[in-house]
């Protein structure tokens, strides 16, 4: 999913630079008040797995992949305002460090992966964190949820860019379709992999999950217990 | 299982997963290279700016082996984006701390 150079005009990469840097800054403002001694590793822990996830290219059929966006994921672990942190220095270490994303394209990529990825993930696992059972079990099935929606939504927010600031003169209906119909492929892998780590995490410190953390006031002895063992 | 404990284990994970896992990765396009390439817009796609860059494309250059080259330099970016987003939430925690967290909202009121 990452926009290399080119695929992009520079008035639109420069209006995604643009609200990319002011999503970064209220990031920057809103992750300050959810910093504590829980979430402070957390978030550190979450750009290093979501840069090591991306590695992983998975096979999606007909000679093409896909690779964990880890928006979503990252918001139900750390809250969204890390999350977009955690995913931006990803993508900056990417497009810097390993030629993977456009330099030009690093706004457009924060956009798409660091703000639509990780809010479009995070208010769909509230949504279904709203109307599943409450109690832990529902966490890594409503972060699967989440994650699912993620991928296409980002696709069709590229869609979208494409369609003010693309290169090329294409139908939008087709480029629409493809993309919806192989990140919606990709979304399955997104959602897999999300629960996993969200239903591990959850099940030896539930207290370390942002998107978890209400339940725990109403078994906050249970904690205890584990925490000491 | 103490914060400790688990900081230590998903570290190590992650290290598996950028450093020897990524040996099996899909070398096919993926899903937005694919749909530029079906659809006809993939040649728009400009050579990156740093494509020869020592660890452009996530091959540690100088390395022969495939696989050691870019299980290096997946280890190498989980140790700079580790570094990176660490220094990032300890300097946004220390300047967190500078205002009164007894008192809240009060940050606003200093920014004017």
Same mark, same amino acid.
């Given at each position: 999913?990452?926009?290399?150079?080119?695929?992009?005009?520079?008035?639109? @990469?420069? #209006?995604?630079?643009?609200?990319?840097?002011?999503?970064?800054?209220?990031?920057?403002?809103?992750?300050?008040?959810?910093?504590?001694?829980?979430?402070?590793?957390?978030?550190?822990?979450?750009?290093?797995?979501?840069?090591?996830?991306?590695?992983?290219?998975?096979?999606?059929?007909?000679?093409?992949?896909?690779?964990?966006?880890?928006?979503?994921?990252?918001?139900?672990?750390?809250?969204?305002?890390?999350?977009?942190?955690?995913?931006?220095?990803?993508?900056?270490?990417?497009?810097?460090?390993? #030629?993977?994303?456009?330099?030009?394209?690093?706004?457009?990529?924060?956009?798409?992966?660091?703000?639509?990825?990780?809010?479009?993930?995070?208010?769909?696992?509230?949504?279904?964190?709203?109307?599943?059972?409450?109690?832990?079990?529902?966490?890594?099935?409503?972060?699967?949820?989440?994650?699912?929606?993620?991928?296409?939504?980002?696709?069709?927010?590229?869609?979208?860019?494409?369609?003010? $600031?693309?290169?090329?003169?294409?139908?939008?209906?087709?480029?629409?379709?493809?993309?919806? @119909?192989?990140?919606?492929?990709?979304?399955?892998?997104?959602?897999?992999?999300?629960?996993?780590?969200?239903?591990?995490?959850?099940?030896?410190?539930?207290?370390?999950?942002?998107?978890?953390?209400?339940?725990?006031?109403?078994?906050?002895?249970?904690?205890?217990?584990?925490?000491?063992? | 299982?103490?914060?400790?404990?688990?900081?230590?284990?998903?570290?190590?994970?992650?290290?598996?997963?950028?450093?020897?896992?990524?040996?099996?990765?899909?070398?096919?396009?993926?899903?937005?290279?694919?749909?530029?390439?079906?659809? $006809?817009?993939?040649?728009?796609?400009?050579?990156?700016?740093?494509?020869?860059?020592?660890?452009?494309?996530?091959?540690?250059?100088?390395?022969?082996?495939?696989?050691?080259?870019?299980?290096?330099?997946?280890?190498?970016?989980?140790?700079?984006?580790?570094?990176?987003?660490?220094?990032?939430?300890?300097?946004?925690?220390?300047?967190?701390?500078?205002?009164?967290?007894?008192?809240?909202?009060?940050?606003? #009121?200093?920014?004017?």
């Amino acid at each position: 999913m990452h926009v290399p150079d080119g695929f992009l005009d520079v008035p639109t @990469s420069i #209006a995604t630079a643009v609200v990319a840097t002011a999503g970064v800054a209220a990031a920057l403002r809103g992750a300050r008040r959810d910093l504590d001694e829980r979430t402070t590793p957390i978030a550190g822990l979450v750009a290093v797995f979501v840069f090591a996830g991306q590695m992983i290219n998975f096979p999606v059929g007909a000679g093409t992949s896909g690779h964990l966006l880890g928006g979503a994921l990252a918001a139900v672990l750390a809250g969204p305002w890390l999350a977009t942190l955690a995913l931006s220095v990803v993508l900056i270490v990417q497009a810097f460090l390993f #030629a993977d994303g456009g330099i030009t394209a690093l706004g457009s990529n924060v956009l798409l992966m660091g703000l639509v990825g990780v809010w479009v993930g995070w208010f769909a696992f509230r949504a279904a964190r709203a109307v599943l059972p409450r109690k832990a079990s529902s966490v890594p099935l409503a972060a699967a949820f989440g994650a699912f929606v993620s991928v296409p939504a980002a696709a069709a927010a590229f869609v979208g860019l494409f369609a003010i $600031g693309g290169q090329a003169d294409i139908p939008i209906g087709s480029v629409l379709t493809a993309m919806l @119909s192989w990140h919606a492929i990709i979304g399955i892998g997104e959602a897999l992999i999300t629960s996993l780590v969200v239903g591990s995490v959850v099940a030896v410190r539930p207290d370390l999950v942002a998107g978890a953390r209400d339940l725990l006031a109403e078994r906050t002895l249970e904690i205890r217990q584990q925490v000491r063992a | 299982m103490s914060t400790r404990r688990f900081a230590l284990i998903a570290f190590v994970v992650s290290l598996l997963i950028a450093g020897v896992l990524s040996w099996y990765a899909s070398s096919s396009p993926d899903g937005l290279e694919h749909v530029a390439e079906t659809t $006809g817009f993939g040649q728009t796609a400009q050579e990156h700016a740093t494509a020869g860059g020592p660890l452009a494309d996530y091959e540690a250059k100088g390395v022969d082996s495939g696989r050691l080259s870019t299980g290096l330099a997946g280890v190498i970016g989980v140790a700079v984006t580790g570094l990176l987003m660490g220094g990032l939430v300890l300097v946004l925690r220390r300047r967190g701390r500078s205002t009164p967290t007894d008192l809240p909202e009060v940050e606003p #009121a200093e920014r004017g």
